[in-house]
């Protein structure tokens, strides 16, 4: 390029993002057509005359969300900055705070909520600011463990969120996995349940956790829940996470029926209809099954950190992951 074409493109560059001034009116002062102004903008950033900097924040993490929201057709990511050397309870805090504002903004009037539980979103909900919204109503998408949990319950989050927002909570007083299908079936039919299970069926917004794999020796507010064939027949069956307590191969075809016929909870094709679903989940024992979640489309709106991003886009083989470490 040569020194008098270079200048004029630095020029124009000067004159946009120091001077603040839009196309049309250095087109004006420089006697160019705009369209040729606009052209000269994207050349002067494309050939490095232009080095944008964010200040306090690192850019490389919004083209990492850009990338994977374009990637997997999210409608929306967001993800924390985080390393392995990070202590996890840290990311939970910070991921629940960037959920809690995500959350905060979604809701509109009017909106029916779902929610399930876990220690993910226990820490959005502590971080919310609250909010009048006009005639919004909460439900449980899934039962409670088999102990009464005040942090984690479904019932204590379904709770917090309605009133953060001014709204009407509805509970549900089951076990999320019942000894057997019978019983299971009983609850769900039973004239107590009927709302629950007509409102899953019309939800505006749900929010959900993900877990991964499933593993005994890890701590679980309801996997206590599970037998020991239980856990032999989700492995056999490459079981990699589950949503609502809802099991999922790698592909988010649910898995072992007979499990799923105990389970009290929205169904994963019922999950796959809501019009907004906001799932938040970290860590890297978590990526097999936030990518089977995302291709199954039973999410819309992902937060998470960058080390389980990263893991994930691992298990893909992605040749771009060298970009955003």
Not at 44 to 73: M, P, Q, T
Not at 204 to 233: F, H, M, T
Not at 252 to 257: A, F, T
Not at 295 to 305: M, P, V, W
């Amino acid at each position: 390029m040569n020194p008098e074409r270079k200048r004029l493109l630095a020029k124009v560059a000067y004159l946009h993002y120091v001077e603040g001034k839009n196309q049309t009116e250095i087109a004006k002062e420089l006697n160019i057509y705009r369209t040729t102004i606009s052209r000269m903008i994207a050349k002067a950033k494309n050939e490095g005359i232009v080095k944008i900097e964010i200040a306090d924040y690192d850019s490389n993490l919004f083209a990492l969300e850009e990338y994977v929201r374009k990637k997997y057709h999210l409608k929306k990511i967001e993800i924390v900055d985080s390393s392995k050397e990070d202590d996890f309870s840290d990311i939970l805090v910070r991921v629940g705070q960037v959920a809690s504002e995500v959350v905060r903004s979604s809701i509109k009037d009017n909106n029916r909520i779902g929610i399930s539980w876990g220690k993910s979103l226990s820490y959005m909900i502590n971080s919310i600011t609250p909010r009048a919204v006009n005639d919004i109503s909460v439900f449980p998408l899934a039962g409670g463990p088999s102990y009464i949990n005040v942090k984690y319950h479904v019932n204590t989050l379904v709770h917090q969120l309605a009133q953060a927002f001014h709204g009407k909570s509805i509970f549900i007083n089951a076990t999320v996995i019942q000894e057997n299908k019978e019983l299971a079936k009983g609850i769900l039919k039973s004239k107590y349940f009927e709302a629950i299970r007509s409102d899953w069926k019309c939800l505006d917004v749900a929010i959900v956790g993900i877990g991964g794999a499933p593993n005994k020796d890890l701590e679980s507010q309801w996997r206590d829940l599970l037998s020991e064939e239980d856990y032999k027949i989700l492995k056999k069956e490459k079981a990699v996470g589950e949503v609502c307590c809802r099991f999922f191969n790698e592909e988010g075809e649910p898995v072992y029926e007979r499990l799923q016929e105990r389970t009290i909870g929205i169904s994963l094709e019922q999950l796959r209809q809501v019009p907004l679903t906001v799932a938040i989940a970290c860590g890297e024992h978590k990526s097999k099954a936030i990518l089977a979640a995302i291709k199954a489309k039973f999410i819309d709106y992902l937060i998470t950190d960058k080390q389980t991003i990263l893991a994930l886009l691992a298990i893909e083989g992605d040749n771009n992951i060298q970009r955003f470490y």
